[in-house]
């Protein structure tokens, strides 16, 4: 892995949201919309989460094998590369990406174990030859950086010790991967959205320590605003609104 961010290949490959807001045209023939993307994209982040629960492997791979999944359809489409496919083998290329590698048959078998369905049942040649269009879809750039790695000495910086702050902190950063905000902004001001919510929900007033930061606040509290509309509408998604998104997938 690269050891500075703003000279990865991670730094080079972000986007502008307006660049990841794009349904590819062969998804746009099957009737997927804005919308359905987002919500397929936000349920298959979910899964890897379940999916590694079950393989025990640590967030940081969960981090990563979202990262590449939601890079891969910046550049595929749904349709190509199905999700409920896609999602699994981007957890199996990270966990080797990070270290942590998980064998393809231990995939396979919590797979099958997890769900009945046979639309999520791959078998171990799927996963592999899955695995090599996701290396190429993601031009063979693995590198990703996460808000994990500044968060410990931001918090540390700002004077935060209270557990239940650091806890809730660290779960807004792990509930940023149901949303676009790695493809679209440098992982330290993520990580520094996730203390401004901390910060506000329990009442601490950290705006000096802010004020001190040469950074953008506008753009921390941009993506701070960005995070709670993600939680008020996500509230709002029902079972029958993720079926129908997932339905347009059929052939």
Same mark, same amino acid.
């Given at each position: 892995?690269?050891?500075?961010?703003? !000279?990865? #290949?991670?730094?080079?490959?972000?986007?502008?949201?307006?660049?990841?807001?794009?349904?590819?045209?062969?998804?746009?023939?099957?009737?997927? !919309?804005?919308?359905?993307?987002?919500?397929?994209?936000?349920?298959?982040?979910?899964?890897?989460?379940?999916?590694?629960?079950?393989?025990?492997?640590? @967030?940081?791979?969960?981090?990563?094998? =979202?990262?590449?999944?939601?890079? =891969?359809?910046?550049?595929? #489409?749904?349709?190509?590369?199905?999700?409920?496919?896609?999602?699994?083998?981007?957890?199996?290329?990270?966990?080797?990406?990070?270290? #942590?590698?998980?064998?393809?048959?231990?995939?396979?078998?919590?797979?099958?174990?997890?769900?009945?369905?046979?639309?999520?049942?791959?078998?171990?040649?799927?996963?592999?030859?899955?695995?090599?269009?996701?290396?190429?879809?993601?031009?063979?750039?693995?590198?990703?950086?996460?808000?994990?790695? #500044?968060?410990? @000495?931001?918090?540390?910086?700002?004077?935060?010790?209270?557990?239940?702050?650091?806890?809730?902190?660290?779960?807004?950063?792990?509930?940023?991967?149901?949303?676009?905000?790695?493809? %679209?902004?440098?992982?330290?001001?993520?990580?520094?959205?996730?203390?401004?919510?901390?910060?506000?929900? $329990?009442?601490?007033?950290?705006?000096?320590?802010?004020?001190?930061? $040469?950074?953008? /606040?506008? %753009? =921390?509290?941009?993506?701070?605003?960005?995070? /709670?509309?993600?939680?008020?509408?996500?509230?709002?998604?029902?079972?029958?609104?993720? !079926?129908?998104?997932?339905?347009? /997938?059929?052939?």
């Amino acid at each position: 892995m690269a050891a500075n961010f703003w !000279t990865s #290949s991670h730094y080079k490959q972000l986007f502008d949201q307006e660049e990841v807001d794009v349904v590819h045209p062969l998804d746009k023939e099957k009737g997927i !919309t804005l919308e359905d993307f987002k919500i397929i994209k936000t349920q298959m982040a979910i899964y890897i989460g379940i999916l590694a629960q079950q393989v025990k492997v640590r @967030q940081r791979v969960v981090a990563t094998a =979202v990262a590449y999944m939601r890079r =891969v359809y910046t550049r595929k #489409s749904m349709s190509e590369y199905d999700p409920r496919l896609a999602a699994p083998t981007c957890l199996y290329l990270a966990s080797k990406a990070e270290e #942590s590698t998980i064998q393809a048959r231990v995939l396979s078998f919590y797979i099958k174990k997890l769900y009945s369905d046979d639309k999520y049942r791959y078998e171990i040649k799927e996963i592999l030859e899955m695995e090599m269009k996701i290396l190429e879809a993601l031009n063979f750039y693995l590198v990703v950086f996460h808000p994990y790695r #500044s968060l410990p @000495q931001f918090l540390q910086d700002a004077g935060i010790n209270d557990i239940n702050m650091t806890q809730l902190t660290w779960g807004l950063v792990n509930d940023t991967y149901k949303m676009d905000l790695i493809l %679209v902004h440098p992982p330290h001001i993520i990580a520094l959205a996730c203390i401004y919510i901390a910060s506000v929900y $329990r009442e601490k007033d950290s705006t000096a320590w802010f004020e001190e930061l $040469r950074v953008d /606040l506008n %753009v =921390v509290k941009n993506i701070s605003m960005e995070m /709670l509309y993600f939680y008020e509408s996500h509230r709002l998604i029902t079972e029958e609104r993720i !079926t129908a998104a997932f339905n347009k /997938l059929k052939p």
